[in-house]
């Protein structure tokens, strides 16, 4: 009976808004919304009407559609914010990732959840977001909005694969790295709530999917900073693996079947430092070691 208390956590059903800066038609962020409502989560989708790639942190109000949304998913003329007739949980909105997030927080999550979500995730973003990217991707802008409001936030993205429609046949990469990221959400929260330190986000970007790294089992992952430590002006990172200098992300996902996890601040995307990342990799149970 005591094993499977324990077990519980790892199949905590978790109220999630969704969203990327791809678009709300694009199959990644469909693929996700798949996988974790076949895990038992109930997951709102709160995304673009079109493609906002590269858009940062901008937020706007949103406005009426003047062309039809991304692979002609709503017509023109179009409310700024609107949904799937037939799967309401699905959600446009007609502006930026970050206004896109804030909308599922302050708007959907009421009505869905009946109070604020338990968990943010963005992406699976279609291209990794490594070093300096962080500050231009909306995958990420989106994330740290969620982490602004109060709500631990997940910004995943991958390597492989092209904008894909929802209603084309979905690529084997999107079903990947919504496996991938599934299991690793629920990794995350398995040992209860606080998920994250205050103020913290995780970006995690996944290896190519390719031959010898197509299985959720195949890859490893490691904790990570963002950008190169400098000298004399870079604190220590936490201690593993033999040393108290992580490596970087674009290190890591480059060098074969494994995924970074490195620890942001929400306050400028940077790295947070040695006691949160530490606090990170405990709650993670520990990661692995890049060979």
Known sequence: MKLLFFSLPLAYALNIVSSNDDGWAESNVRALHSALTGAGHTVVLSAPAENKSGSGSKDEDPTALTDPC???SCPAGSPATGYNESSPELNYVNSYPVTSMNYGI???APKFFNGAPDL???GPNVGANLGISVFFSGTVGAATAAV??????LAFSGRSGSPTAWNETTPESSTFY???ATNFTSRVVAN???YLPDGTWLNVN???FEDGCNSVGDVKFVLTRIFTAVPLVSGDDVETCGSDRLPTETKVVLSGCYASVSVGQSSDKRDANAKVQGEVLERLGGLECLE
């Open 120 to 122: 943010a995730v963005s």
């Open 206 to 208: 996944f290896p190519k």
């Open 148 to 153: 602004k409001a109060g709500v631990p936030a």
């Open 192 to 194: 209860g709530a606080p």
């Open 178 to 180: 919504a496996d991938l």
């Open 70 to 72: 991304q692979y002609n």
């Open 106 to 108: 302050d708007t959907l």
